[in-house]
T-cell receptor, first 114, second 110 residues
Framework: DVKVTQSSRYLVKRTGEKVFLECVQD?????MFWYRQDPGLGLRLIYF???????EKGDIPEGYSVSREKKERFSLILESASTNQTSMYLC?????????????FGPGTRLTVL | DAKTTQPNSMESNEEEPVHLPCNHS???????IHWYRQLPSQGPEYVIH???SNVNNRMASLAIAEDRKSSTLILHRATLRDAAVYYC???????????FGTGTRLKVLA
């Protein structure tokens, strides 16, 4: 059974803290993605990576960075958390060979920044 | 980027078919039509995708208009477990990006 796992389901941090969200997939997928989901705005792409050490900005990269040191792991970093980064964060992966691009999602991390 | 338009919400009775519409008038020839659904407190789950022809799988059917400017996800017999937000998304082959809209919240009545 294919799997994308995220390090935490719920996380509470304080303004100004550095926050790491971890995502691991076991499907040997080349592509990995980080989204945030907010009420009324749907899912918005923050960053994606199509290979180890490669990354591309999505639609809302400001305030975030990412790291992909190993194929199976993609980390989202909030350098200095702010209250407007309170959100649900979703990680996904897909195979480069899948021309239609089906993505597999993790369960999400609900981050609250106080 | 091509966009999709869906109704905000729909209701269906249990055991009845559900037709979820999606408009994508700016679709290009290389765009696949994908459908995902998101159950409460979970990440989105792949349902079905197609390019030009209608598609069937164990979860649903996808009917694509001849001009490809609209499509319909068909759940043949809705169950309470089908209550979710359904997203219609266009994906351009060779890119890496999905653009999610706000989806249709489906409510299934017992």
């Amino acid at each position: 059974d294919v799997k994308v796992t995220q390090s935490s389901r719920y996380l509470v941090k304080r303004t100004g803290e550095k926050v790491f969200l971890e995502c691991v997939q076991d499907m040997d997928h080349e592509n990995m993605f980080w989204y945030r989901q907010d009420p009324g705005l749907g899912l918005r792409l923050i960053y994606f990576s199509y290979d180890v050490k490669m990354k591309e900005k999505g639609d809302i990269p400001e305030g975030y960075s990412v790291s992909r040191e190993k194929k199976e792991r993609f980390s989202l970093i909030l350098e200095s958390a702010s209250t407007n980064q309170t959100s649900m964060y979703l990680c996904a992966s897909s195979s480069r060979l899948a021309g239609a691009g089906e993505q597999f999602f993790g369960p999400g991390t609900r981050l609250t920044v106080l | 980027d091509a966009k999709t338009t869906q109704p905000n919400s729909m209701e269906s009775n249990e055991e009845e078919p559900v037709h979820l519409p999606c408009n994508h008038s700016t679709i290009s020839g290389t765009d696949y039509i994908h459908w995902y659904r998101q159950l409460p407190s979970q990440g989105p789950e792949y349902v079905i995708h197609g390019l030009t022809s209608n598609v069937n799988n164990r979860m649903a059917s996808l009917a694509i208009a001849e001009d490809r400017k609209s499509s319909t996800l068909i759940l043949h017999r809705a169950t309470l477990r089908d209550a979710a937000v359904y997203y219609c998304i266009l994906f351009t082959s060779g890119t890496y990006k999905y653009i999610f809209g706000t989806g249709t919240r489906l409510k299934v009545l017992a």
